[in-house]
């Protein structure tokens, strides 16, 4: 079926340093990626996706990049700074356009 | 603007027991779906519902429902309550199926 696979499970930074986080998918359908940061306790915040017919998004020290060919998409951090630590999911929407598949989630810990 | 707002927020149900759960979408939005997340994993798609109708079912027992009222709020319901269905029970609006906004979510525990 439908997988998302999301590396790595965890990531330590510097405050200030880039992080990256990757993702790949399997259904060659999926025409939408979104990117959720989810702290202790609250709910999923989508903080930025990306539709297959461009290549790259960004949002100020966010941004996105997709690679359709090799089913890949990736997200960046650039500046990062300790309220940026938290679970971060990565998301394909499936063929039939009905659901999110989501990977297992990335910790980020950005220390000062 | 009001966010997707659910109720209740924690729930504590014996084995067997039947619960429900609710969740009302950002106003103007007519899509719901529901996201079952067990602690340390990514949240896992139950139902959608666009205009009262189901769209989408994922890989969950017949236990599960849900509906859609008339003003876009919805109903997740579980019956025969087992241990494993122990979780966060996540609702999300979108005004079509891109872009998903979540709810705070209901924690429900089964004891």
């Known amino acids: 079926g439908e997988n998302v696979e999301q590396h790595p499970s965890t990531l330590s930074v510097q405050e200030g340093d880039s992080a990256v986080i990757k993702c790949t998918y399997s259904d060659s359908a999926s025409n939408y990626f979104p990117w959720y940061k989810q702290e202790l306790g609250k709910r999923p915040q989508l903080i930025i996706d990306?539709?297959?017919?461009?290549g790259e998004k960004k949002d100020q020290r966010i941004a996105v990049t997709l690679n359709k060919t090799a089913k890949h998409f990736s997200l960046h951090i650039t500046e990062t700074q300790p309220e940026d630590s938290a679970v971060y999911f990565c998301?394909?929407?499936?063929?039939?356009?009905?659901?999110?598949?989501f990977g297992k989630g990335t910790t980020l810990s950005v220390s000062s | 603007d009001a966010g997707v707002t659910q109720s209740p927020t924690h729930l504590i149900k014996t084995r067997g027991q039947h619960v429900t759960l609710r969740c009302s979408p950002i106003s103007g939005h007519k899509s719901v779906s529901w996201y079952q997340q067990v602690l340390g994993q990514g949240p896992q798609f139950i139902f959608q519902y666009y205009e009262k109708e189901e769209r989408g079912r994922g890989n969950f027992p017949d236990r599960f429902s849900a509906r859609q009222f008339p003003n876009y709020s919805s109903e997740l319901n579980v019956n025969a309550l087992l241990l494993g269905d122990s979780a966060l029970y996540l609702c999300?609006?979108?005004?079509?199926?891109?872009?998903?906004?979540f709810g705070p979510g209901t924690r429900l525990t089964v004891t």
């Open positions: 998301a394909a929407l499936n063929q039939a356009g009905t659901a999110l598949i």
């Open positions: 999300a609006s979108s005004f079509l199926h891109y872009e998903q906004y």
């Open positions: 990306i539709r297959s017919n461009v």
